[in-house]
């Protein structure tokens, strides 16, 4: 039954190739049942690309099929960068990003691996490509609530594909592993927030938010709770400024009150032998990182970086190198990836390498916040802003503990695409001045 994937991943790829080089389509507009729109052959595909990044059509074989949609998917943005009628919108971020992926295609050189180090720039490469075109055929608010909203629907399918009991099996492999679906949460979650203050549909927006936040308590995904913390302070951070302290210190307290109080959270916060774990003693510092249960990946991370990071500080031992000892070594218990974005990239790349990827990260959040509070700014463009420079900060996060860039179709793609759908209708908001 899964290779039915295969037949899945054909037809999309078909269809999506056919949206491109369309003359367009005729949809329903997001203001209104009764309304009817056309969008041009690179906004359709722009709609289909962005909400379909949960489908990851995985089948077992010599094909690696998530491997081939990435690369599929990052031609045809790069094709239709070129195709839109539109310039793609460079920015700061977006070249300080560009000089981050030339540098780990140097990392290339001198690595170990560089097969695996070209399939580490693929990842990399797919969020930037998927902005760039964004920026260029995104012009129109209409495309913006449209994809955005189709990519809801999708999440929302695979929740439900995802907890109904039975169902799931009815579809292996089409949607990511959950640890990427509760990623990928992070940014729909924000998008139902932003959505909940810029709609009257104040109740819808709000289930929205709180059925997308949901899966990583159900799953009892750390990495994803941090996450969606970070997303939703960073979001009222951007809304009220310095008056959202008082708000940012209450999300906080009640992160510590869901770890301490939630039995199956708490149960995979702390070792079980660790004793005296409690609020009180947190308050007074009694409880450490040595009652932290890592998973042993605290000792994961000290063994790469002692082998790939020490003494290559500055430019690490290459892009690829730690993918290529974990998957040619059978090392803590077998695991492949060393569940940590920001290790891997010290290891492969050093210094250098991570210090550009988070400038890029806060140069796109600082962007953000400016287009927010950027008085000429529409309604939707300020949406845009808003949900991008807090998913992005959000996903960012889970970059500490989890392979978010592994799974980047899911993941990074979702702020990037913002960030991209953002700099285009800033774009047509400067024309219009």
């Given at each position: 039954m899964i290779l039915l994937n295969y037949i899945y991943f054909l037809i999309i790829t078909v269809i999506g190739i056919?949206?491109?080089?369309s003359g367009g389509k005729i949809v329903r507009s997001?203001?209104?049942?009764?309304?009817?729109m056309k969008l041009n052959g690179p906004e359709v595909f722009w709609c289909l690309t962005f909400a379909t990044g949960l489908l990851a059509f995985s089948a077992p074989g010599a094909l690696d099929l998530m491997a081939v949609r990435l690369l599929v998917l990052e031609v045809l943005c790069f094709i239709g960068i070129f195709v839109a009628k539109d310039k793609p919108v460079w920015t700061p971020a977006l070249t300080v990003y560009a000089v981050y992926i030339l540098w780990i295609v140097i990392g290339c050189f001198y690595s170990p691996a560089p097969a695996y180090g070209f399939r580490v720039v693929l990842k990399y490469l797919y969020p930037i490509l998927l902005c760039l075109f964004a920026s260029a055929a995104v012009r129109y608010a209409e495309v913006f609530i449209k994809s955005s909203l189709l990519a809801r629907t999708v999440a929302l399918v695979c929740v439900i594909f995802s907890f109904v009991p039975l169902i799931g099996r009815l579809v292996p492999g089409v949607f990511w592993y959950s640890t990427a679906q509760a990623i990928n949460f992070i940014s729909i979650m924000t998008l139902s927030i932003g959505l909940f203050y810029f709609t009257k549909e104040k109740r819808k927006n709000l289930i929205y938010a709180i059925i997308f936040i949901l899966p990583?308590?159900?799953?009892?995904?750390r990495t994803s709770i941090m996450g969606s913390f970070v997303a939703i302070m960073a979001f009222y951070f951007i809304k009220y400024k310095l008056k959202s302290l008082p708000i940012i210190f209450g999300i906080i307290v009640l992160g510590v009150v869901a770890v301490f109080t939630i039995p199956s959270l708490r149960d995979k916060m702390f070792k079980k032998e660790a004793t005296g774990v409690s609020i009180e003693n947190f308050q007074q510092g009694k409880v450490g990182m040595e009652e932290v249960n890592t998973n042993a990946r605290e000792g994961m991370w000290k063994y790469l970086e002692n082998r790939f990071y020490t003494g290559h500080e500055i430019a690490g031992s290459g892009t690829g190198s730690v993918q290529n000892h974990m998957y040619k070594n059978i090392l803590f218990g077998g695991l492949k990836v060393p569940h940590s974005d920001f290790v891997q990239m010290k290891c492969d790349n050093g210094l250098i390498g991570l210090i550009l990827y988070a400038a890029t990260i806060m140069l796109m959040f600082i962007h953000c916040f400016k287009v927010y509070w950027t008085r000429s700014s529409s309604n939707v463009l300020r949406l845009a802003a808003i949900v991008a420079g807090a998913s992005i900060l959000g996903v960012f996060a889970t970059l500490?503990?989890?392979?978010?860039?592994n799974y980047s179709m899911a993941t990074l793609s979702m702020p990037f695409g913002f960030y991209g759908m953002m700099l285009g209708l800033k774009t047509?908001?400067?024309r219009q001045s």
């Open positions: 056919k949206f491109l080089f997001p203001f209104g049942q009764d309304i009817r990583c308590f159900l799953w009892v995904f500490y503990s989890d392979n978010a860039v047509a908001k400067n």
